[in-house]
């Protein structure tokens, strides 16, 4: 164990990771002699294209005292009850999403399993008209759940789109505000201890220097402290998730504001659409391998249903995480501890997550390497249970249309994965690896959603009869029906409550 205390602490790189970072440490560690210092270039370009998000985001931005109001008219933000997937089990499907729940369980057995009966007794069976979510998204409707719903069908959550760089300086200027310095510059070397290879200070390329006691690396895909100074390694994830490249554009803004994220499935990858209140964000994630530049921009740009605003942006990336997102006195955040592609809107929540382990086990009287394999078991845990949700989508497809989704439908997958489709298939159990990022009926989704239903079901659910699951389906059905047509749309509510200033 080292005993050093933590006095100063420094933060490589700005953006949404290094401003989430420093809003939350200078808050939740404000009773704590802790100078924070970020060092961030404007010569250096953020990817920001994260501007979906899931749940978890409202509870960060609680934790902060943020006001609901003043942080959506600040980025310009919408609402998202769940994704819309396109094209994603065959051309022409489409199925979504919901950040809620399905149904009722009854009698302690799952809701999805009185689907499956239903389905052999040629009842109403499509999750989608048992998810009050659900049925707002298709009517681009939305209204903030109650915080003591009458009903489980009620209770559903949501999150946002927002800008990703006014999100950034909308907490720039909330961590300021608290006391942390802002350093603007490029890094140019990074100092190493050479009894113990940790990190003693980093250099400016104007020369100047900044030494602090632990450093947080926001620095995205280079990761200059955690893997260019300190070597930490890659585990490289590509071929279980072949898209390695995704370009990106703004667009004008969309003539309805939809309360949820589309993604669609091309023939090389997918295309994501993003609604704010003042423009769309657009990108096409694809596998190069499979896709030229060239064809994937052309893709892009014709898939647009608004106006072009900005030329495209490329990025590259390899998927996978790295082996350790707390090495010696470096802890690692957003890109530079990972990347998992952005299809289910899980960039920023694994920031959070990220800074929730910091604070956790924050090393206020020195780094403890228990704490360390602790922090760094959880971020493994945690990636890998993301990846194999990611990769369900590729691998449950039906498309054999183009090499690339022949590649998905045909590659082979971790035992992880296979166990719990091998499970699911066989009668309906969802296997879930605690923690998991996704619930239950998040697998559900994927499973019904690409038409992989189990040959089984719980038999438990045999307690009703058929005319009492038929009148219970009903109940349900008729229940969402009506309280989903009666919220205002989408954009008539923001109009009303938080419509960001012209």
């Known amino acids: 164990m080292s005993h050093s205390q933590i006095n100063h602490l420094v933060i490589v790189g700005g953006g949404t ?10 808050r939740q560690l404000a009773n704590f002699p802790i100078k924070i210092t970020l060092i961030e270039s404007e010569d250096i370009g953020t990817v920001g294209v994260g501007e979906a998000t899931i749940p978890s985001i409202r509870s960060y931005n ?3 005292g943020i006001d609901e109001i003043d ?4 980025t310009q933000a919408t609402f998202k009850l769940g994704i819309e997937f396109r094209d994603w089990r065959e051309k022409n499907s489409r199925f979504f999403h919901p950040f809620a729940d399905y149904g009722i369980d009854l009698n302690g057995v799952a809701f999805h399993h009185y689907l499956t009966r239903a389905q052999s007794l040629r009842l109403p069976a499509d999750p989608a008209e048992y998810s009050f979510a659900t049925q707002l998204a298709w009517q681009n409707r939305f209204a903030q759940p ?6 489980p069908l009620a209770d559903f959550g949501y999150a946002y789109h927002f800008d990703a760089g006014r999100y950034a300086q909308f907490l720039r200027a909330y961590a300021e505000a608290r006391g942390v310095t802002r350093i603007e510059g490029k890094i140019a070397n990074t100092e190493l201890q050479p009894d113990n290879g940790n990190i003693t200070a980093v250099t400016l390329d104007d020369g100047r220097r900044v030494s602090g006691d632990f450093y947080v690396d926001c620095s995205g895909f280079r990761g200059l402290l955690i893997e260019q ?14 898209c390695d490249s995704a370009i990106a554009v703004q667009s004008d803004k969309a003539a309805e504001l939809t309360p949820y994220t589309r993604t669609t499935a091309k023939a090389a990858g997918w295309q994501w659409r993003i609604p704010l209140q003042h423009r769309t964000g657009n990108g096409y994630v694809y596998a190069s391998e499979f896709c030229q530049q060239d064809e994937a921009e052309a893709t892009l740009l014709s898939g647009l249903d608004t106006t072009a605003l900005t030329e495209p942006r490329r990025f590259q990336f390899v998927t996978g995480k790295r082996k350790k997102i707390w090495h010696k006195n470096c802890f690692a955040l957003g890109l530079a501890s990972g990347f998992l592609e952005p299809l289910e809107s899980t960039s920023i929540s694994l920031i959070q997550t990220g800074i929730s382990k ?22 493994s845990h945690e990636f890998e249970r993301i990846r194999d949700f990611l990769i369900l989508h590729y691998k449950a497809s039906k498309r054999s249309d183009t090499p690339f989704w022949q590649h998905c439908r045909q ?4 035992d992880t994965l296979a166990h719990k489709m091998d499970v699911f298939n066989s009668r309906g159990k969802v296997v879930m690896l605690e923690p998991e990022a996704f619930e239950r009926d998040s697998w559900v989704t994927m499973y019904w959603g690409f038409n992989d239903l189990p040959q089984d079901y719980d038999r438990r659910a045999d307690t009703l009869s058929d005319a009492q699951l038929a009148e219970q389906l009903e109940k349900m059905r008729t229940a969402v029906k009506q309280a989903s047509s009666q919220p205002l749309s989408h954009e008539d509510f923001i109009q009303r409550h938080c419509a960001a200033p012209n």
Request: aromatic share 12%.
């Open 17 to 26: 990771a290094g401003w989430m970072a420093a809003a939350s440490i200078s």
């Open 62 to 64: 609680d934790s902060l």
């Open 71 to 74: 942080f959506i008219k600040a």
């Open 411 to 414: 590659m082979a997958i971790p």
């Open 358 to 379: 910091l604070l956790e086990f924050f090393p206020h009287q020195g780094i403890n390497r228990a704490d360390q394999n602790e922090v760094n078991r959880q971020h």
């Open 146 to 151: 109650h915080p003591n719903p009458p009903s």
């Open 229 to 242: 100074a300190l070597h930490t390694g890659y585990d490289d994830w590509r071929q279980w998730l072949p």
